[in-house]
């Protein structure tokens, strides 16, 4: 089997992203298995335990598959449509689920994003903003840079006149360990603004107006 993955790409940002072939993402999830036993081992874990038996497998696959699946995949492919009626306010997507891992700790970050745009000439169906919040979601993350990569990809696809994007999530490294905040309390808030939502703070105001929940 190619060792093209080990041996010729070098390593990239925890949130950065490389296509890999379906074959290369095998042999990752095999050779991280592997690992996962050794830190069963060192952890003093039975591997006969019957709760933890198949758990470097699973851990493997969560993490390849799963909870890291963005970094080994291209941006999703997505369709924009003209702005044949000239919209020219606020269009915006909220409670959209996030779900990702913090780079420090490997512990999930877990809240909402809501994103909101003024097109130009192109529009896109909303469904799709919940498409690239999980692909930038589904890697180890800082909240604040997850903002960014989505406004950047939002900003280069849409090319809209305003656009914004805020997160709020709770993270679960402050929650399970650290300084052991309250769940039902502890939220991050960031928020990125680009364009009329940057330099009209009329603009932002009823943006925030409009997203808040509470
Ligand atoms: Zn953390």
Not at 167 to 181: D, E, Q, T
Not at 203 to 213: A, C, H, P, S, V
Request: hydrophobic fraction near 40%; aromatic fraction near 6%; charged fraction near 30%.
């Amino acid at each position: 089997m190619s060792n093209r993955i080990f041996d010729e790409i070098p390593s990239f940002d925890a949130n950065a992203n490389q296509e890999l072939s379906k074959e290369e993402l095998l042999e990752m999830r095999m050779r991280l298995e592997q690992k996962f036993r050794e830190v069963q081992q060192i952890l003093k874990i039975d591997p006969n335990d019957p709760n933890s038996a198949d758990t470097p497998e699973r851990m493997a696959k969560m993490y390849v598959n799963e909870l890291l699946e963005g970094r080994f995949n291209k941006p999703p492919k997505l369709t924009v449509f003209p702005n044949r009626s000239k919209v020219n306010d606020l269009v915006i997507s909220k409670g959209i689920k996030v779900m990702s891992l913090c780079s420090h700790h490997w512990q999930p970050i877990s809240g909402y994003a809501a994103i909101g745009y003024i097109p130009k000439d192109k529009v896109i169906g909303l469904s799709k903003l919940t498409r690239v919040t999980e692909y930038f979601a589904k890697r180890a993350q800082i909240q604040e840079e997850l903002g960014e990569q989505i406004v950047d990809f939002l900003q280069d696809l849409l090319e809209p006149k305003a656009l914004g994007v805020v997160i709020r999530a709770k993270h679960y490294c402050m929650i399970a360990r650290g300084v052991s905040a309250d769940e039902s309390h502890s939220e991050m808030v960031t928020s990125v603004m680009r364009g009329r939502l940057l330099s009209d703070l009329n603009l932002r105001q009823e943006f925030l107006r409009l997203i808040d929940t509470r």
